[in-house]
């Protein structure tokens, strides 16, 4: 599964995507393994509140089910416009 | 319905006058162009992260949204991504239709949906450093309204 991050999710994580096997059924639970992943991803992850996912380049929810899903992306709340 | 995400800059003027030309039927043309404002004439520059792929997808949803809302001839989307100066063009929405109503609501849909469900993020510099622009609740209010 690729995970993508943007913006200071990115910034805070060092990287803009990992490349993970993970048996995470849902969002939620694919948070709490990539917070054991080290402190760059609990300062990303530390308020998840903050953020937003898109699931195959979708919007989703943190309680969404990860079946079948190829791309994950994790991000602050969108600023486009002018 | 045209929707181009690019890092190159563009003309607003050139742009509208040949979505004008394009439309048929219309008798409405609006069009909005956003700029990069200076923060307290300190803004070094702008620059804008996009997430490719998706950004095209979504923007292409709330077109396609929009033109079950309203009788559209036609609709326009440009926005940029990447680095942008103090009065830079960021991005245009121009939308026709044969009354004006339409093109003007279908318009104000446009931005409001683009500022918040599009998946752009600006991030300003300024001598004092970097800061990324924070969503404000008023952005995500103003879907309430449609």
Do not use: C
Request: charged residues 30%; proline residues 3%.
């Amino acid at each position: 599964m690729d995970v993508l991050y943007f913006a200071w999710v990115r910034e805070r994580i060092g990287v803009p995507r990992d490349t993970i096997e993970t048996d995470a059924a849902t969002v939620n639970d694919l948070i709490e393994e990539l917070r054991a992943r080290g402190e760059e991803y609990q300062f990303a992850f530390e308020d998840i509140r903050a953020l937003r996912v898109a699931l195959d380049q979708e919007l989703s929810d943190f309680d969404a089910s990860l079946s079948g899903v190829k791309e994950v992306a994790f991000f602050p709340p969108m600023t486009g416009g002018e | 319905m045209t929707v181009r995400v690019q890092e190159e800059t563009f003309d607003p003027g050139l742009e509208l006058n040949s979505f004008t030309q394009s439309v048929q039927g219309a008798g409405a043309v609006v069009s909005f162009t956003g700029v990069v404002r200076d923060v307290e004439g300190k803004l070094a520059e702008m620059l804008i992260e996009h997430y490719p792929g998706m950004t095209e997808k979504a923007i292409s949803k709330i077109v396609d949204e929009a033109k079950t809302r309203w009788s559209l001839a036609g609709a326009l989307v440009i926005h940029r991504y990447g680095q942008l100066g103090a009065g830079d063009q960021i991005m245009m929405v121009a939308t026709a239709s044969r009354h004006r109503v339409d093109a003007f609501q279908a318009a104000e849909f446009l931005m409001d949906y683009l500022k918040s469900r599009a998946p752009f993020w600006k991030k300003e510099r300024t001598a004092s450093g970097d800061s990324w622009v924070e969503a404000r609740d008023e952005d995500e209010d103003a879907l309430s309204r449609w």
